[in-house]
């Protein structure tokens, strides 16, 4: 604003000089006609040095996007980029809920651990298991020996809405007494409101 008023101030002042030489021609008595074009030139280089960064930075301004302004793919990328706080101690609680569910003996509330979009790659199954039908037949067996787990060694990676724990689990099977030791592999992701299991991969020690 400052710089437009003293620019206002230098043009009419100027304009005005210019104006009275042409009505009194008596000037180019005193100053010649080439110094009269070199500082009406020079007046406006001066000029538009003044203007043309105002001009600029209302422009920047102008054509600035301010986050409220972000389109709406963009808003969207800003939104899924937002990450779940957790634990490493809430991570490996999800195991307990996931063991509390075989107690149950149902198959379809262990298979509610699970993402739609997951794997089952199971202990005693060469049959990778992706629908809830394709688990809920896997843990429909398995539930029948009434198994329950137990971790020996765990190890959890935290990610932005992502989790890992891998480990040593042993089974016991109430109905027959036997024990299974084996490695286990669950990566979880929070889906908004819950964490689910996105894949899961047990299988049995290889050395006895």
């Keep these: 604003m400052c710089r437009r008023?003293?620019?206002k101030a230098i043009v009419s002042f100027e304009v005005c000089t210019i104006l009275d030489s042409n009505r009194d021609l008596g000037?180019?008595?005193d100053v010649s006609y080439l110094e009269v074009v070199m500082r009406t030139i020079l007046f406006f280089i001066f000029a538009a040095w003044i203007v043309m960064p105002t001009v600029s930075y209302a422009q920047v301004g102008k054509d600035s996007t301010s986050p409220g302004q972000l389109a709406p793919g963009a808003a969207k990328g800003a939104r899924m980029e937002s990450c779940k706080a957790t634990t490493e101690a809430e991570i490996a609680s999800l195991f307990d809920?996931?063991?509390?569910?075989?107690?149950?003996?149902?198959?379809?509330?262990?298979?509610?651990?699970y993402a739609k979009p997951s794997i089952l790659l199971p202990t005693v199954s060469n049959k990778p298991r992706l629908t809830p039908a394709e688990k809920e037949d896997y843990f429909h067996h398995f539930l029948e020996n009434r198994p329950s787990g137990k971790i020996d060694l765990r190890n959890v990676e935290l990610g932005c809405n992502t989790?890992?724990?891998?480990g040593l689990y042993t089974f016991t099977f109430a109905k027959t007494g036997a024990t299974v030791s084996g490695r286990y592999t669950y990566t979880y992701r929070w889906n908004g409101s819950e964490w689910l299991i996105t894949s899961h991969h047990s299988s049995a020690m290889p050395e006895k």
């Design 5 to 7: 008023s003293v620019c």
């Design 27 to 29: 000037v180019y008595r």
């Design 163 to 166: 989790a890992v724990d891998a």
């Design 97 to 113: 809920r996931w063991n509390q569910s075989l107690q149950t003996g149902d198959p379809h509330k262990v298979v509610a651990n």
